[in-house]
């Protein structure tokens, strides 16, 4: 037998070696992958098959399950914190870091662990996983390290990638195998989200009324209930509508599609699915990441030639799990031909824009006809079927929708991918905490915007009655065309302070949102008018501050656990429930003596009253398209 091929041949029983390694549900896949191999293609598969391994970085198999994932967690995270507690007795006690003390002062201790951690993770292939973000300091990221809660975040996710990724590159991921995502996949998500309902039912809440709810509970009150999510997107687009048809504006459907290098699987004429052989092993957080910059481009220079667009942006997968978006944009009448030069220029032109298929599949406009459907009537499907497929049937693969948004779900958990964003618009946190503001602390001499805000998000009645809410709000913070700097209504934070107890991992938490701040102008008659009634009236600046109605909560495991913490921490000698607010009850300066035309500042406490909010009704129903 020849060197070379008793090297294929031991080449061949390593990689069976790593096919049995993983789910029993890729090996005969594998296997026969392995069994068409010839001396062309053996060395690139043989690349893709031992790719499976990368998720052995943080000392897990690539068919762990999550309680080996939880023991690698541990072990990593007291590996760690036993060497950064050696390095840090050797940097306080040695003398040859005297430059380095001198230099740095009294930080200097953590700036070389730090080095030292980085070269610790690049050793062992894992330093992608550095604790990164805007907020996280040097001294948190050290202790981040050594959690075990955090390790567990950060293997979980490695495992999930990694496993998927390959998943993709044998196959398992199609119309024929598994639709947007492995089914491998979907079972590592049913399981995680049994673990967090299971979580969530035997946590209970307390508050400071005394009244105790388990936090699926509160859960299902929010928009992670699929219905109230659903429900609240279709709104804000009805509400984007209204607002186009009162502008004269046209609305578009774009949909834009990666390039082929990123596709596993294509499509030929007769049907067949069949691998792509221009794909290049990107991942569909790669081809998400793609799509973010060319529409980061198309967006910078939509605003230099003053093209305004709004409305909402879906990402979707394709049944092999690459991302696509659908984008409802609403643009002046006359605009659509610009929009459409500047989306094709970034997603078509700047990259291969000469494949096969490139000019038919890549882009596609269709202009939203009045008299064929509303724009939610276009868009009511895609949102349905990203979210719990309610009223949908069946989907472009003839599978039930239901089923088919539990993959999607899975798919999106998995890649970390964004499924829907807002396009322009007034912001919805402010929308969301108008909704907690008791309509009756709001004055008659508070600012026009804020009174107008309220009203709407507190309106009750037929269905469709919220789109007409969002179109409110949005022109009280000044219309679909202002800027952020710009609004009227912003959210009111409270900085928690030099001695606030910090985050688990040492650093400051983020100021605590406490509700409304609104400005406006004031108009105001004086004695001038008197002896002129005639003149106009003067205005002054005005701005208000209106506390939500909030309340204070302790958990605990079990109702009993949580009352019981509760009347400790809420109660005094049994008698009511501690009349703490978070305002300064000193007496400040009012600068309205000052002069009629200074600026009248108000601030309004909550009321301690919760008005009781009925169910969110059902938007309009859309026209078939």
């Given at each position: 037998?020849?060197?070379?091929?008793?090297?294929?041949?031991?080449?061949?029983?390593?990689?069976?070696?790593?096919?049995?390694?993983?789910?029993?549900?890729?090996?005969?896949?594998?296997?026969?992958?392995?069994?068409?191999?010839?001396?062309?293609n053996?060395?690139?598969?043989?690349?893709?098959?031992?790719?499976?391994?990368?998720?052995?970085?943080?000392?897990?198999?690539?068919?762990?399950?999550?309680?080996?994932?939880?023991?690698?967690?541990?072990?990593?995270?007291?590996?760690?914190?036993?060497?950064?507690?050696?390095?840090?007795?050797?940097?306080?006690?040695?003398?040859?870091?005297?430059?380095?003390?001198?230099?740095?002062?009294?930080?200097?201790?953590?700036?070389?662990?730090?080095?030292?951690?980085?070269?610790?993770m690049?050793?062992?292939?894992?330093?992608?996983?550095?604790?990164?973000?805007?907020?996280?300091?040097?001294?948190?990221?050290?202790?981040?390290?050594?959690?075990?809660?955090?390790?567990?975040?950060?293997?979980?996710?490695?495992h999930a990638r990694?496993?998927?990724?390959?998943?993709?590159?044998?196959?398992?991921?199609?119309?024929?195998?598994?639709?947007?995502?492995?089914?491998?996949?979907?079972?590592?998500?049913?399981?995680?989200?049994?673990?967090?309902?299971?979580?969530?039912?035997?946590?209970?809440a307390?508050?400071?009324?005394?009244?105790a709810?388990?936090?699926?509970?509160l859960?299902?009150?929010?928009?992670?209930?699929?219905?109230?999510?659903?429900?609240?997107?279709?709104?804000?687009?009805?509400?984007?509508?209204?607002?186009?048809q009162?502008l004269?504006?046209?609305?578009?459907?774009?949909?834009?599609?990666?390039?082929?290098?990123?596709?596993?699987?294509?499509?030929?004429?007769?049907?067949?699915?069949?691998?792509?052989?221009r794909?290049?092993?990107?991942?569909?957080?790669?081809?998400?990441?793609?799509?973010?910059?060319?529409?980061?481009?198309?967006?910078?220079?939509?605003?230099?030639?003053?093209?305004?667009?709004?409305?909402f942006?879906?990402?979707?997968?394709?049944?092999?799990?690459?991302?696509?978006?659908?984008?409802?944009?609403?643009v002046?009448?006359?605009?659509?031909?610009?929009?459409?030069?500047?989306?094709?220029?970034?997603?078509?032109?700047?990259?291969?824009p000469?494949?096969?298929g490139?000019?038919?599949?890549?882009?596609?406009?269709?202009?939203?006809?009045?008299?064929?459907?509303?724009?939610?009537?276009?868009?009511?499907?895609?949102?349905?079927k990203?979210?719990?497929g309610?009223?949908?049937?069946?989907?472009?693969?003839?599978?039930?929708?239901?089923?088919?948004?539990?993959?999607?779900?899975?798919?999106?958990?998995?890649?970390?991918?964004?499924?829907?964003?807002?396009?322009?618009?007034?912001?919805?946190?402010?929308?969301?905490?108008?909704?907690?503001?008791?309509?009756?602390?709001?004055?008659?001499?508070?600012?026009?915007?804020?009174?107008?805000?309220?009203?709407?998000?507190?309106?009750?009645?037929?269905?469709?009655?919220?789109?007409v809410?969002?179109?409110?709000?949005?022109?009280?913070?000044?219309?679909?065309?202002?800027?952020?700097?710009?609004?009227?209504?912003?959210?009111?934070?409270?900085?928690?302070?030099?001695?606030?107890?910090?985050?688990?991992?040492?650093?400051?938490?983020?100021?605590?949102?406490?509700?409304?701040?609104?400005?406006?102008?004031?108009?105001?008659?004086?004695?001038?008018?008197?002896?002129?009634?005639?003149?106009?009236?003067?205005?002054?600046?005005?701005?208000?501050?209106?506390?939500?109605?909030?309340?204070?909560?302790?958990?605990?495991?079990?109702?009993?656990?949580?009352?019981?913490?509760?009347?400790?921490?809420?109660?005094?000698?049994?008698?009511?429930?501690?009349?703490?607010?978070?305002?300064?009850?000193?007496?400040?300066?009012?600068?309205?003596?000052?002069?009629?035309?200074?600026?009248?500042?108000?601030?309004?406490?909550?009321?301690?009253?919760?008005?009781?909010?009925?169910?969110?009704?059902?938007?309009?129903?859309?026209?078939?398209?």
């Amino acid at each position: 037998m020849s060197i070379a091929a008793y090297l294929d041949r031991y080449d061949k029983i390593r990689l069976r070696t790593v096919v049995d390694r993983f789910p029993l549900s890729w090996q005969a896949r594998l296997t026969k992958h392995l069994g068409r191999l010839n001396d062309v293609n053996f060395h690139r598969w043989k690349e893709r098959v031992l790719q499976l391994t990368d998720a052995e970085r943080g000392g897990i198999r690539p068919d762990a399950g999550d309680a080996e994932i939880v023991a690698a967690a541990t072990v990593t995270a007291n590996d760690m914190d036993r060497r950064m507690c050696h390095l840090r007795v050797i940097a306080e006690r040695s003398d040859g870091h005297a430059p380095m003390r001198a230099r740095y002062g009294a930080g200097w201790v953590d700036l070389w662990l730090a080095g030292q951690a980085r070269a610790l993770m690049l050793a062992r292939g894992m330093l992608d996983l550095w604790p990164a973000g805007a907020t996280v300091t040097r001294a948190g990221a050290l202790r981040r390290l050594c959690c075990a809660r955090w390790w567990r975040r950060a293997l979980r996710k490695l495992h999930a990638r990694t496993v998927e990724a390959c998943a993709i590159g044998i196959g398992l991921v199609s119309r024929d195998a598994g639709l947007y995502v492995s089914n491998e996949g979907v079972k590592r998500r049913a399981g995680q989200n049994a673990r967090n309902a299971a979580a969530l039912e035997s946590v209970t809440a307390v508050n400071d009324m005394m009244q105790a709810h388990t936090l699926a509970d509160l859960a299902a009150t929010g928009t992670s209930n699929k219905a109230i999510r659903r429900v609240e997107l279709l709104t804000r687009i009805a509400g984007f509508e209204l607002i186009a048809q009162g502008l004269g504006h046209q609305g578009w459907m774009v949909t834009m599609t990666c390039p082929s290098r990123f596709h596993k699987m294509t499509t030929r004429a007769d049907g067949r699915v069949v691998p792509n052989p221009r794909y290049d092993g990107s991942t569909p957080h790669e081809a998400q990441s793609y799509l973010s910059r060319c529409w980061a481009r198309c967006r910078a220079a939509a605003a230099r030639a003053g093209l305004d667009m709004y409305g909402f942006r879906i990402a979707e997968p394709q049944h092999d799990g690459t991302p696509h978006w659908h984008s409802l944009l609403f643009v002046r009448n006359g605009d659509g031909e610009r929009l459409s030069g500047l989306v094709r220029k970034y997603f078509l032109d700047n990259e291969s824009p000469l494949e096969p298929g490139a000019q038919k599949h890549r882009v596609d406009f269709e202009w939203i006809n009045p008299a064929k459907g509303s724009a939610v009537g276009y868009v009511i499907k895609y949102v349905s079927k990203n979210i719990d497929g309610h009223g949908v049937g069946l989907d472009l693969f003839g599978n039930d929708a239901i089923t088919s948004s539990q993959r999607v779900e899975a798919w999106a958990a998995t890649w970390r991918i964004r499924q829907f964003q807002q396009i322009g618009g007034a912001p919805v946190g402010v929308w969301r905490e108008l909704r907690r503001i008791n309509p009756d602390n709001v004055s008659d001499t508070a600012p026009a915007a804020l009174r107008a805000a309220v009203s709407a998000v507190n309106a009750k009645g037929e269905p469709g009655v919220q789109s007409v809410a969002w179109m409110r709000y949005t022109t009280a913070q000044g219309g679909i065309g202002c800027k952020r700097k710009d609004m009227r209504l912003r959210l009111m934070k409270e900085d928690r302070g030099a001695f606030a107890q910090p985050g688990r991992y040492g650093e400051p938490l983020a100021p605590k949102l406490l509700g409304v701040d609104a400005a406006g102008v004031q108009l105001f008659r004086n004695h001038i008018h008197q002896m002129n009634p005639a003149a106009p009236a003067f205005t002054r600046p005005v701005f208000a501050s209106v506390e939500s109605e909030r309340c204070e909560w302790v958990v605990g495991l079990g109702e009993e656990a949580a009352m019981r913490t509760a009347r400790l921490v809420f109660q005094r000698s049994g008698e009511a429930a501690s009349t703490r607010i978070h305002v300064n009850n000193c007496t400040g300066r009012d600068l309205s003596r000052v002069s009629e035309f200074a600026p009248v500042r108000a601030y309004h406490p909550r009321l301690r009253r919760f008005a009781s909010r009925p169910k969110p009704p059902e938007p309009v129903a859309a026209m078939e398209r």
